[in-house]
């Protein structure tokens, strides 16, 4: 599961597309975000947790 960094959606799996930056041939550039916003996520097993346990 990921979360949104922007909009704080939950998703299963990011939108991945391909920019070709007008090139007829690989290799291309791929990108992956949020189906929602298009922004940027991260795993939801990631997420830093705020506790004051750290000294």
């Known amino acids: ?4 960094l ?3 959606s939950t998703f299963y799996a990011p939108k991945v ?3 070709a ?3 007829e ?4 550039e791929l990108f992956r ?4 916003c298009s922004s940027t ?9 705020d506790t004051d346990d750290e000294e």
């Open 41 to 49: 996520y991260i795993e939801e097993g990631n997420c830093k947790k």
């Open 17 to 19: 597309y391909y920019e």
């Open 6 to 8: 922007t909009c704080k």
């Open 25 to 28: 041939n690989p290799p291309y």
């Open 33 to 36: 975000e949020c189906p929602i």
């Open 1 to 4: 599961m990921y979360v949104c």
């Open 21 to 23: 930056h007008s090139f």
